[in-house]
């Protein structure tokens, strides 16, 4: 249980990175390096399939260090994130315009990294606890 909830923190903590590395480096590398431009990053399907890829792990693991810590804050801060990264898809930029759905993947990818990094070091700490085990009756 303990290896399944440390590689769904760093699988969600990858993926958020990924999301602001797309939403901010593609288009500069696309501008440096052209002939990528015929690579489909910039479409709505690679957001779409990032947040299918994101909100199982991230509730899943979220929810194993809830259990686990009893500390419900970093739950309530990762689906805060869930919830930008959604609103961004939903609104896209017809609404927000293409800033407004940067700002919003960059803050929804930034809550979701911090929870998970809270939940990482916080299960790592309860692992790490010096108190005696004690005995099944």
Not at 27 to 50: C, Q, R, Y
């Amino acid at each position: 249980m303990k290896n399944l909830s440390i590689s769904t923190d760093k699988m969600a903590i990858s993926l958020s990175l990924a999301c602001v590395l797309h939403c901010l480096a593609v288009p500069l590398f696309i501008v440096f390096f052209p002939s990528f431009a015929i690579i489909p990053l910039e479409g709505e399907a690679f957001h779409f399939w990032m947040i299918v890829a994101v909100i199982p792990v991230s509730i899943y693991a979220l929810a194993l260090g809830c259990k686990k810590h009893k500390t419900l804050s970093f739950m309530v801060t990762g689906l805060l994130g869930l919830s930008c990264l959604v609103v961004a898809i939903l609104l896209a930029e017809r609404h927000l315009g293409e800033t407004g759905e940067k700002v919003l993947t960059v803050l929804g990818a930034a809550l979701i990294a911090f929870s998970h990094v809270r939940n990482f070091s916080l299960c790592q700490k309860l692992e790490q606890c010096p108190c005696p085990v004690k005995a099944d009756k």
